[in-house]
T-cell receptor, first 114, second 114 residues
Framework: ETGVTQSPTHLIKTRGQQVTLRCSSQ?????VSWYQQALGQGPQFIFQ???????GRGNFPPRFSGLQFPNYSSELNVNALELDDSALYLC?????????????FGPGTRLTVT | DQQVKQNSPSLSVQEGRISILNCDYT??????FLWYKKYPAEGPTFLIS?????DKNEDGRFTVFLNKSAKHLSLHIVPSQPGDSAVYFC?????????????FGTGTRLTIIP
């Protein structure tokens, strides 16, 4: 069983630029969630996709957008990058199964905005 | 507003002894709780979860206790091993209310002393 993978591992962008981060969900999972983890903090929920539809959004501005594809992989797009967007971006996949549906995380993409 | 709190930023425990990590929450709608472990440069790894209909869940060396009236949960690791040294995050969700996003605490760094 293949785990959650993310690309790229690291990325450096300039303020004002746009970035796309990618995530491949674990085999058999149909739900993908994105989180932002700033230094010294816990992950913060950005949004979730279930069967290609957005299924909940956290307190992030519209310049954070996403997509989920028919194979359940996903993209996170961030426009007009700001210095505060520098963080570890985590993707997690899950499968609704009875009482439990734990989210399994990828290794993350470290984004640095200069 | 921090809805999930881990008030101990760090904890040191002798190898072989019990490690107890604590977590408090304020949102009464939370009904599903999870613990994740995170090593540097890796994504969080799922450890154990508990539904609000239970007060205890056990998996090998890991046991999670839930006290709903106190809005408190704890993770017990017995016996503690050097490989348990990591940052531990408590997370909660309000699944019954259709909200699958995870709200995380700020983490506790556990160090196991050989």
């Amino acid at each position: 069983e293949t785990g959650v993978t993310q690309s790229p591992t690291h990325l450096i962008k300039t303020r004002g630029q746009q970035v796309t981060l990618r995530c491949s969900s674990q085999s058999g999972h149909n739900t993908v969630s994105w989180y932002q983890q700033a230094l010294g903090q816990g992950p913060q929920f950005i949004f979730q996709y279930y069967r290609e539809e957005e299924n909940g959004r956290g307190n992030f501005p519209p310049r954070f957008s996403g997509l989920q594809f028919p194979n359940y992989s996903s993209e996170l797009n961030v426009n007009a990058l700001e210095l505060d967007d520098s963080a570890l971006y985590l993707c997690a996949s899950s499968r609704r199964l009875g009482e439990s549906y734990e989210q399994y995380f990828g290794p993350g993409t470290r984004l640095t905005v200069t | 507003d921090q809805q999930v709190k881990q008030n101990s930023p760090s904890l040191s425990v002798q190898e072989g002894r019990i490690s107890i990590l604590n977590c408090d929450y304020t949102n009464s709608m939370f009904d599903y709780f999870l613990w994740y472990k995170k090593y540097p440069a890796e994504g969080p790894t799922f450890l154990i979860s508990i539904s609000s209909i239970k007060d205890k869940n056990e998996d090998g060396r890991f046991t999670v206790f839930l006290n709903k009236s106190a809005k408190h949960l704890s993770l017990h690791i017995v016996p503690s091993q050097p490989g348990d040294s990591a940052v531990y995050f408590c997370a909660a969700s309000a699944r019954s209310f259709g909200n699958e996003k995870l709200t995380f605490g700020t983490g506790t760094r556990l160090t196991i002393i050989p």
